[in-house]
């Protein structure tokens, strides 16, 4: 079956200008995490999204919202882009078993270049 | 708060030999762990993962790693590092749900 789609894989911005990302997740999965990869931060954990609501956020700024539509396919935007939000940002996707025993299937990312 | 450490920002080995790359995390209970890796330009790929049971755990590509709980750690290992395996790896854990912490990530360069 298909796996997680991101796009767009790349894209460059100036500063101040939106963004919006999309992630389409495995077909059956309801949950939907958004992380931002940096080499100085490492990976960080942004939101997760699950049957359209935010269940758990993570420490970034307003600036960073997302939304889940009713086929689970998800959305982030980051507004007021500054340099430091140049990033890989990651799409994950899972099943969200009873147990709380969660495998994230990542997909390949869209990479964000802030000018 | 949940954290994890990996010591080795970059390790590099010779095609063949074996591998042992170390994670420690700092949970009160014992969390769900995990070890993904990354090629440049790549998301994430799952390797192994430790739910409960066994503490030896088996993954793909000939990887294998071992809950310790007396350690709080999570080593992988592998005995014959191929070529291919170059890439970052990185340990994660869940203390619940789908909220993930990962580590820093150990850079693997490979000899040939």
């Known amino acids: 079956k298909a796996g997680v789609t991101q796009t767009p894989r790349y894209l460059i911005k100036t500063r101040g200008q939106q963004v919006t990302l999309s992630c389409s997740p495995i077909?059956?999965?309801?949950?939907v995490s958004w992380y931002q990869q940096t080499p100085g931060q490492g990976l960080q954990f942004l939101f997760e999204?699950?049957?359209?609501?935010?269940?758990n956020k993570g420490n970034f700024p307003g600036r960073f919202s997302g939304r889940q539509f009713s086929n689970s396919r998800s959305e982030m935007n980051v507004s007021t882009l500054e340099l430091g939000d140049s990033a890989l940002y990651l799409c994950?996707?899972?099943?969200?078993?009873?147990?709380?025993?969660?495998?994230?299937?990542f997909g390949a990312g869209s990479r964000l270049t802030v000018l | 708060a949940q954290s994890v450490t990996q010591p080795d920002i970059h390790i590099t080995v010779s095609e063949g030999a074996s591998l042992e790359l170390r994670c420690n995390y700092s949970?009160?209970?014992?969390?769900?762990l995990f070890w993904y890796v990354q090629s440049p330009g790549q998301g994430l790929q799952l390797l192994l993962k430790?739910?409960?049971?066994?503490?030896l755990v088996q993954g793909i590509k000939g990887f294998e790693a071992e809950f310790k709980r007396s350690q709080s750690s999570f080593n992988l290992r592998k005995p014959s590092v191929h070529w291919s395996d170059a890439a970052e790896y990185f340990c994660?854990?869940?203390?619940?749900?789908?909220?993930?912490?990962f580590g820093t990530g150990t850079s693997l360069t490979v000899i040939p």
């Open positions: 077909s059956g999965h309801r949950s």
């Open positions: 949970y009160g209970a014992t969390p769900y």
């Open positions: 430790y739910f409960s049971g066994d503490t």
């Open positions: 994950a996707s899972s099943w969200d078993a009873p147990s709380g025993a969660n495998v994230l299937t």
């Open positions: 994660a854990v869940a203390p619940t749900g789908n909220q993930f912490y």
């Open positions: 999204y699950f049957s359209e609501t935010q269940r």
